[in-house]
């Protein structure tokens, strides 16, 4: 599958911006997606994963700001953000795990298929 991600860009702390993953290519509907996030100078970090039955799971830094949602007939899967801060800015990917109906968590070695990025940068 090929993943493209968009939506990301400049905004202002407490501001908000949707991203958004279009897959082609392959069939994504059964599998567990996740965003995951890598910022200045750190490492990659798991944001937000959902399930093929809907099931989400989000980082404590980010739960009750962030909504992962997909829209399986558009084969697209998007994080709502909501109050960011600049601990936020980072580079948002999203991946598709291994296998279908594999339960994969935030392991990023259980996610094969992997965007190329968009760019989130919270600043005043």
């Known amino acids: 599958a090929q993943l493209v991600e968009s939506g990301g860009g400049s905004v202002q702390p407490g501001g908000s911006l949707r991203l958004s993953c279009v897959a082609s290519g392959a069939s994504y509907r059964n599998y567990y997606m996740g965003w995951f996030r890598q910022g200045p100078g750190k490492e990659r970090e798991g944001v937000a994963i959902?399930?093929?039955?809907?099931?989400?799971t989000y980082a404590d830094s980010v739960k009750g700001r962030f909504t992962i949602s997909r829209d399986n007939a558009k084969d697209t899967l998007y994080l709502q953000m909501n109050s960011l801060d600049a601990e936020d800015t980072a580079m948002y990917y999203c991946a598709r795990a291994t296998r279908p109906f594999f339960r994969a968590g935030f392991d990023q070695a259980l996610y094969t298929d992997w965007g190329q990025g968009t760019q989130v940068t919270v600043s005043s």
């Open positions: 959902i399930g093929h039955d809907g099931a989400t």
